[in-house]
């Protein structure tokens, strides 16, 4: 998408979001509010049911044109199937169709109730077997699912995706892809090197603080980050917040934040990172914040806005949702359950 289209469309969102939020200054209205327009993924993907995988924004119905590019945001009034989203109906037809009731089981006692079922969960059941093994089709689907799964975690992040984002690389204490699996503690911190790169670099003391990491998933990233983090900054800058000098780090885990705050003395940190691919999806990625993390800093003080990928949450609606997520925790000067308590 490009940068233009991403500029208008998070103006839409963050100013609609601003108006639910803050319009009459009402705490408890607004937390309300919040509760009412989030949802997270429940791995549920009935289009039947209440809960949905992406947030509910309340949006007016909305098109931006640009060329060839169009994007729609149902509108949160419209019928319950229309407001997951319509790649992810599509995907559960698919699923559905190619499993029931051609394939998978045949003759099953309550086809219906089979049905019903198959919508309701990501997993591989109702597959059907051919004597002790699976069908030729669900092994190859399987196998092809695995082969993204690993290409996911062992791939590297383009380099050309890092400079178009203007994001300079450095490492944790980890360099090979083996030892970073097995050892999670080594992901935590910054290598020597990295921080001397990060404090000529970055500027310091910013109000907010954005890294990019690999994580788990390189194809989360190359697949999302540039649109997450285009709508992002768009947001940020709508809401008047400084940002600090964004950087990518290799080979990441989530505490490695509590490294960059040591350096940076950021007010937020938003880390961008990939996930363990899973079930769903090999490409998924998430945003995990935190008000000031330090050294020692526990985890009940991270936040986490997960599933960012076209099947879920849309990586241009989760930038803009974000910004105002990193206002929220400005205001209370606390992120994860310090925030809620906060809020209560
Ligand atoms: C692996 C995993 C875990 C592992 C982490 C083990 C480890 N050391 O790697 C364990 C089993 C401990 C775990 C626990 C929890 N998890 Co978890 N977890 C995941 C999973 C499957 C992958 C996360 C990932 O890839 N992270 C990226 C890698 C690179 O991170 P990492 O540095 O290796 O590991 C850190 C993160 O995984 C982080 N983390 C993991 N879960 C959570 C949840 C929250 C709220 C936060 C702030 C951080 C966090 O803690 C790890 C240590 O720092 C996601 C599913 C998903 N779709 O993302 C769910 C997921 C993130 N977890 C979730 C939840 C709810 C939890 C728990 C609160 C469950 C509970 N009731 O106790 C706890 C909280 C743990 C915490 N750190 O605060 C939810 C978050 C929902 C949301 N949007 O708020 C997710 C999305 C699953 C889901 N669909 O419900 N989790």
């Known amino acids: 998408m490009n940068p233009e289209l991403i500029e208008k469309v998070t103006k839409l969102i963050v100013e609609k979001l601003q108006t639910q939020y803050s319009s009459d200054g009402n705490l408890e209205a607004n937390r309300v509010s919040l509760a009412s327009t989030v949802k997270f993924w429940n791995h549920s993907s009935s289009t039947e049911h209440e809960s949905s995988n992406r947030p509910t924004l309340n949006l007016p119905s909305m098109k931006v044109e640009d060329g060839q590019e169009l994007i729609t945001f149902p509108q949160n009034s419209e019928s319950k199937s229309l407001k ?11 699923r559905t169709n190619a499993i029931y009731p051609t394939s998978g089981i045949e003759n099953p ?28 089709n669900t092994w190859l689907k399987f196998r092809f699912d695995h082969a993204a799964a690993v ?24 360099r090979d892809k083996e030892v970073y ?33 690999d994580g788990l998933s390189s194809s989360a990233v190359e697949e999302n980050v540039e ?9 940020l800058r709508s809401l008047g917040l400084d940002i600090g000098t964004p950087f990518y780090i290799e080979k990441g885990r989530v505490a490695v934040m509590d ?13 961008l990172i990939g996930e363990r691919p899973g079930l769903v999806s090999a490409e998924s990625l998430s945003a995990y914040l935190c008000f000031k993390p330090r050294i020692g800093t526990i985890e009940a003080e991270r936040m986490v806005i997960s599933n960012i990928h076209k099947g879920g949450i849309p990586p241009v609606e989760a930038g803009a949702y ?19 308590q906060k809020e209560n």
Do not use: H, W
Request: aromatic residues 4%.
């Open 109 to 136: 006692f309550n086809p219906e109730e089979l049905k019903e079922l198959i919508s309701k969960t990501p997993a591989r059941i109702g597959v059907g077997r051919a004597g002790l093994r699976p069908k030729t």
């Open 259 to 271: 490294d960059v705050g040591e350096l940076l003395q950021p007010k937020v940190v938003v880390l």
């Open 322 to 340: 974000l910004g105002t997520v990193i206002q929220k925790i400005l205001k209370y000067e606390a992120s994860g359950v310090s925030l809620v």
């Open 84 to 94: 997951k989203k319509e790649s992810t109906i599509v995907m559960d037809e698919q």
């Open 227 to 235: 649109d997450v983090f285009l709508s992002l900054m768009q947001s």
């Open 151 to 174: 290409d996911a975690v062992y791939g590297d992040v383009n380099e050309e995706l890092l400079k178009r984002l203007d994001l300079f690389k450095v490492s944790t204490k980890v």
């Open 181 to 213: 699996i097995r050892r999670p503690d080594l992901g935590r911190k910054l290598s020597d090197e990295a921080k001397q790169i990060i404090s000529e670099k970055c500027r310091k003391a910013p109000t907010v603080q954005i890294i990019v990491s």
